[in-house]
């Protein structure tokens, strides 16, 4: 059974930070790409950030250079460290992984329950 987890979401100021943080287990992490989406009321949901197996980065054009995706394999984590978050940051964020159960799967997306961010101005 595949599981993610996050962890981080709340409330914050204009300006402010949050770290989200994302445990995943039942899938071979070392070999998953990882990313983080989010969707705001009335709106799709869209990828924010996402990081290969080799650590390879790629962000939406409205969080690069604010947001930092990360991954720690020992700890099958990955992390969303936001700064100078904006209000139309506020949305839920949701965990999402690209990855197999066992090494001859067929690779499968998965998906966290959801953390909600609210970011007042």
């Known amino acids: 059974q595949v599981q993610l987890v996050e962890s981080g979401g709340g409330l914050v100021q204009a300006g402010g930070s949050l770290r989200l943080s994302c445990a995943a287990s039942?899938?071979?992490?070392?070999?998953?790409?990882m990313g983080w989406y989010r969707q705001a009321p009335g709106k799709q949901r869209e990828l924010v950030a996402g990081?290969?197996?080799?650590?390879?980065?790629n962000y939406a054009d409205s969080v690069r250079g604010r947001f930092t995706i990360s991954r720690d394999d020992a700890k099958n984590t990955v992390v969303l460290q936001m700064n100078s978050l904006k209000p139309e940051d506020t949305a839920v964020y949701y965990c999402?992984?690209?990855?197999?159960?066992?090494?001859?799967?067929?690779?499968?997306?998965?998906w966290g329950q959801g953390t909600q961010v609210t970011v007042s101005s």
């Open positions: 999402h992984s690209h990855g197999r159960r066992y090494y001859l799967d067929s690779p499968g997306d998965y």
């Open positions: 039942g899938i071979i992490f070392s070999i998953a790409a």
């Open positions: 990081i290969t197996s080799g650590g390879s980065t």
